[in-house]
């Protein structure tokens, strides 16, 4: 167990929807990581946030947004929903957003748009 | 553009015996970090070892090792005494970015290991 959790495990939903998956990160992990894993684009980084901050933005669609609130938790919104974006969605939690760079990982959410 | 290649699709390994996974990485940052996580069929990401590109050493984790060839540039996976636990798909990683903005992984494509009885 990583110590970061995401909910739900799994989504299905039809397309034109908007979904949100949340993740916690480890006690006292600053970063928040957002990947996509589908089987046409593989692993992906999507966005990053420490304390709140966006710190980087990687190949994320206009129709996805994400924040992560006071607490530390983060959201990932994913809206006008296509077949396209069915994929299993990681989020990753570090200390800072330096250091080694070392990523614990979350379960997953596993998303299915029909 | 920083680069992650894994040209090993699939692989087979006997119980007990040890496998290398290939990773070749490309960057022209003097200072990078790898990582190799491991993706059973549960779905989770499992971190496994980490080597800096300044390590003098090779770095170790109980039965795995990472061969760190910097002039080559690769790192690959080395498992020893391969147990049926073993089975799963075998991601290698570089760290992108810089320590004071962001780090972000960059993934190759994955080794599917399957360990037989």
């Known amino acids: 167990d990583s110590g970061v959790t995401q909910t739900p495990k799994h989504l299905i939903t039809a397309t034109g929807q908007r979904v949100t998956l949340r993740c916690s990160p480890r006690s006292g992990d600053l970063s928040v990581y957002w990947y996509q894993q589908s089987l046409d684009q593989g692993l992906q980084f999507l966005i990053h946030?420490?304390?709140?901050?966006?710190?980087a933005k990687g190949n994320i669609l206009e129709r996805f947004s994400a924040q992560q609130f006071p607490d530390l938790h983060s959201e990932l919104n994913l809206s006008s929903l296509e077949l396209g974006d069915s994929a299993l969605y990681f989020c990753?939690?570090?200390?800072?957003?330096?250091?080694?760079?070392?990523?614990?990982f979350g379960p997953g959410t596993r998303l299915t748009v029909l | 553009a920083q680069k992650i290649t894994q040209t090993q699709p699939g692989m087979f390994v006997q119980e007990k015996e040890a496998v290398t996974l290939d990773c070749t990485y490309d960057?022209?940052?003097?200072?990078?970090?790898l990582f190799w996580y491991k993706q059973p069929s549960s779905g989770e990401m499992i971190f496994l070892i980490y080597q800096g590109s300044y390590d003098q050493q090779n770095a170790t984790e109980g039965r795995y090792s990472l061969n760190f060839q910097k002039a080559r540039k690769s790192a690959n996976l080395v498992i020893s005494a391969s147990q049926l636990g073993d089975s799963a798909m075998y991601f290698c990683a570089m760290r992108e970015g810089r320590m004071d903005s962001s780090y972000k992984l960059i993934f190759g494509s994955g080794t599917r290991l399957l360990v037989r009885p």
């Open positions: 960057t022209s940052d003097p200072s990078y970090g």
């Open positions: 990753a939690s570090s200390f800072s957003s330096g250091s080694l760079g070392e990523q614990f």
């Open positions: 946030y420490y304390n709140g901050e966006e710190r």
